[in-house]
C-alpha cells in the first residue's frame, strides 16, 4: 500500500485533519489577525480547504 492509501485507511487519519485544522484555526484567532465578523468567517471558511501540510 502507497503512503497516501495508508493515509487515507488509516483510523488516525480524522484526528490527524482535526489537529491540523485547529493549529490553523489559531492563527485565525491571532490578535494580529483583522477581528472584523467578516475577516474571522472568510478565515474559518477557508481552513478546510488548506492542504493538510499548509493546515
Known sequence: MRD???RVVGD????VFC???????DQVLLH???ADA???A???R???RL???QA
Open 32 to 34: 494580529t489577525t483583522p
Open 51 to 53: 492542504p493538510p501540510e
Open 38 to 40: 467578516i475577516n474571522r
Open 4 to 6: 497516501n492509501e495508508a
Open 12 to 15: 488516525r487519519l480524522w484526528a
Open 19 to 25: 489537529d491540523a485544522l485547529k493549529d490553523a484555526g
Open 46 to 48: 477557508y481552513l478546510p
Open 42 to 44: 472568510a478565515g474559518c
